[in-house]
């Protein structure tokens, strides 16, 4: 499908342009040793939390109480969370009191029906999963074909055992018997700022925090001052916009609620993804770090709109200085920067980018037609397609090729040229997510042509 000595070629004579100047370490290399972030195992965070990664997408742990367990987020799917049950039941044997959920995505909450027993409270934070049901009330369904390109679920597994946060776990089938339960639904909620759980005789302070949902909490573990942060964190540039499609993703509270979160002056911090972090001097600082990186990519931002910047120009306005991009949980393994500038832009101005020109812009097929125009006809276009192909600049070969698709959509040859070109980028590209979407996109492409 791929055509690998062509890529194997292009990748050994072509620098990789999303390897910033001070990072040196190619990015297959990079990805191939974040295999390791996500291998199967229970961490013992501290004396009594313990955390299980690598089983699905996102963490399991468990707080171990005098009377009973607490739990926190439940892993993609009930196979993963019996086996991650399975792995908690050789430390202790005792009920599982509460289930908190650090806000509503699937990869959270799936894996649920496998821990609640008869009387376990399932706590979380209004209002609940907004972001799915407002989809589902506007009737809207390309996000489910968007994100299984993200996650790449349909293309083929390769040395690459990861998805950019979590392990390559897709679940075996929906129509596993055993596993086509009902979701589990919050029995405890609360709107306010935050609530205090005392179950289980443990004290749990659940705080309001805005982030990657407006139904995010962290959880803070005073006794043993542990933060579970939910998606607000993780070892990665955080998905401050998600490729499959999402509403605006409120950067401005999720600074806020990093803040917060390093108020507690945390000694342990695990993350909605990747594997905890013990420490307190590591936890201040990367948490730091983190908080500053995103301050930074946002100020600059809103400086720039200020300007009267189009999002285009932001990009490279707000672009990461080099002492984070060299951070490894700063790269952009999951979400990147460049689309975070994007979605603060469209956050808070919509679509307008302020530009007259945009107002009124001709039609997709109009500007193919006048491109091909101005090349010189088709041919002249195909030549500079192939033309900018050879010369590596595979991105520019991108954007020509589809002004002659817009001309001629079921071109075979087309077609294929565009799917060659995304998985030859797909293998420079550190982002899983764009990876994934690439490749996913590409095999589309072919399955296309094929039919
Ligand atoms: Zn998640």
Known sequence: MIRRSLVV????????PLISADDRTPTRELLLARNQEFQQEVIRVSERVYTAVGFGLSPVSMIVGDSGLVIIDSG???ASGRRVLAEFRKVTDKPVKAIVFTHSHGDHTGGAAALVQDDTEVWAREPFNTEQRLFQEAGLTITQIRGFRQFGVLVPEDEIKHVGIGARYFPESVSNAQDS?????PTHTFS???????VAGLELELVAANGETSDQLFAWFDAERVVFAGDNFYKSWPNLYAIRGTGYRDVYAWIGSLTSMLKKKPHHLVGGHTRPI??????LEVLTNYRDAVKYVFDKTIEGMNKGLTPDEL??????PEKYRG???LRPYYGHPDWGVRSIFTGYLGWFDGNPTSLFPLGPREQASRMAELAGGREALERAVSEASEAGQYQWALQLVDHLLRLSPNDRSLLLTKADLLDTMSEQILNMTARNYFRAYAFELRTKVES
């Open 181 to 185: 339960v009902e979701p589990v639904i």
């Open 192 to 198: 306010s700022e935050g609530t205090t759980l005392n």
């Open 76 to 78: 993609l799917d009930p």
């Open 315 to 320: 990009v490279e306005h707000a672009a990461l």
């Open 278 to 283: 013990v420490g307190e001097a590591k936890v």
């Open 9 to 16: 070629i292009l990748i050994a004579t072509c620098l990789a």
């Open 327 to 329: 951070l490894d949980y």
